[in-house]
């Protein structure tokens, strides 16, 4: 394909910087994404997608492209985009250049580790993800597989990367490994599948496309794609999580998390730092991280992440040094590997109240737990924060204030001062001040009515039980 114009690590950077700035606060923004400062950029024929949120009938996918590593004129090797699918013509001239900025920053995150690459004989492939933000607040998400083509002799790796605004890493896991084994008997073979793909619709909750697929050998196949009924567990591995870190740990990530404060995860594997950050940030469930998401942080990207505001970055172990070296305030530095945190701003035992923390620690499921099953471990983990949050703004429904016209007005103060617990009344004081809490109650008052969900499923159950005791 043609490469778009050239653009400096150093223009990447900047773009880069500028599209991952906080949003402000909820009163004068846009509810689902924070001020809007320029028009979204969108794919042919759709309308405006925001982050994450999402309907059946889009598209699965807006790009694939193929990153392969060729040689520049120091003889080191250079990630470059050597396929793309679909191309788009007819563009607006502010849609093409931010669709060139997109195509120059995604070579970096499909390869974040550098240039020093030489041909290989063996590899075993990973599948890692990132998150771009626009300026108008949508998140674009590349799903990549880096592995290395069949062949005979040395050769080099290459990464399948899915742009897309779906988030579904469960599902788009499973269409890399179809792509993986079209890709190794040839990438031919790759293009009509995913042309299929994009073809077909993206399904409802709880319903099943199906992909019909030719692979020479083997005749034609059919791929089922089932999006889940509830999906706020379908792209997490707390198993990965828990291998690496003590519960304790665990709890003093999502207190700093829950506070949007600064945190950085280090591991040498692109896999390592994609599951445990997904995993980390779903413990904030029924909240979503609102601030700059980076799973894996190229090397040329390293200093952004010293910008004053929150993030929830992944580095690999190897840029250690780089990372210390950098001027950072608040922040909480967790090494993977060695289950141990390098930095942090030690008052991060205080945050959550000590009676819930100690209550949270109990319910923790252990990794020796043979019999658990990887959905019921994820459940039982998920369970344990969420009952923290039922039992800390379980009572927000009672302090919206609604008037003649439907809308609701949210009371902060009397929402604070319902809980008699003055350590969870100290913690709630700030929890409020978040962003992810903002984003929530927008939501709240938009209706009386409650969106059904896993949360408020447990919210009502938690309800019920207080009922329950009340008249016992």
């Not at 980390?280 to 910008?307: D, G």
């Not at 809980?419 to 709630?428: D, N």
């Not at 938690?462 to 329950?468: L, M, P, S, T, V």
Request: hydrophobic share 35%; net charge positive.
């Amino acid at each position: 394909m043609e490469q778009p114009r050239g653009m400096s690590v150093e223009g990447i950077a900047r773009f880069f910087r500028n599209s991952l700035r906080r949003r402000s606060s909820r009163a004068r923004d846009d509810p689902q994404n924070g001020p809007v400062e320029s028009k979204p950029v969108t794919s042919e024929g759709t309308k405006d997608r925001r982050s994450f949120v999402y309907s059946a009938g889009q598209l699965f996918f807006e790009y694939l492209v193929v990153v392969s590593l060729k040689k520049n004129t120091n003889g080191d090797y250079e990630p470059k985009i050597t396929y793309q699918f679909p191309k788009r013509e007819n563009l607006m001239r502010g849609q093409r250049e931010e669709e060139e900025r997109l195509l120059q920053a995604i070579p970096l995150f499909c390869f974040p580790d550098g240039n020093e690459w030489a041909p290989l004989t063996e590899y075993t492939s990973e599948t890692f993800s990132f998150v771009l933000t626009n300026v108008d607040g949508s998140r674009k998400i590349g799903y990549c597989r880096r592995l290395l083509p069949a062949g005979r002799g040395a050769r080099l790796p290459e990464v399948y990367c899915i742009i897309s605004c779906l988030g579904c890493f469960g599902l788009f896991s499973k269409i890399l490994d179809e792509v993986e084994k079209r890709r190794q008997i040839s990438a031919a073979v790759t293009y009509p599948f995913m042309q299929g793909l994009r073809e077909s619709p993206f399904p409802a909750p709880g319903k099943t496309v199906k992909i019909k697929s030719f692979i020479p050998g083997s005749g034609t196949e059919i791929l089922e794609l089932t999006r889940p009924l509830d999906s706020h567990l379908e792209h997490v591995e707390f198993q990965a999580l828990l291998q690496c870190l003590s519960p304790e740990k665990i709890l003093l990530i999502f207190a700093s998390a829950a506070l949007e404060r600064r945190i950085v995860f280090l591991a040498e594997e692109l896999s390592s730092l994609s599951k445990c950050i997904h995993a980390a940030a779903a413990l904030l469930y029924p909240f979503t991280w609102a601030h700059t998401y980076i799973p894996v942080v190229p090397e040329q990207l390293l200093c952004t992440v010293c910008c004053p505001t929150p993030f929830m970055v992944g580095i690999q172990k190897r840029y250690l040094r780089e990372v210390l070296e950098q001027p950072m305030e608040e922040v909480l530095v967790v090494d993977l590997c060695e289950g141990k945190f390098l930095k942090q701003a030690d008052d991060e035992e205080e945050i959550l109240p000590p009676k819930l923390q100690n209550e949270m620690l109990l319910s923790l499921p252990t990794m020796n737990n043979n019999v658990q099953t990887s959905e019921e471990f994820n459940a039982r983990v998920s369970d344990t924060f969420v009952h923290f949050f039922v039992k800390m703004i379980g009572h927000y429904p009672s302090h919206i204030k609604w008037n003649r016209n439907g809308e609701g007005c949210f009371q902060e103060r009397p929402f604070c001062k319902a809980l008699t617990s003055k350590t969870s009344r100290r913690f709630l004081k700030k929890f409020v001040k978040t962003q992810m809490f903002s984003l929530f109650i927008q939501e709240a008052e938009k209706s009386r009515k409650c969106v059904e969900g896993y949360f408020q499923q447990k919210l009502n159950e938690y309800q019920e039980q207080k009922r329950q005791r009340k008249l016992s």
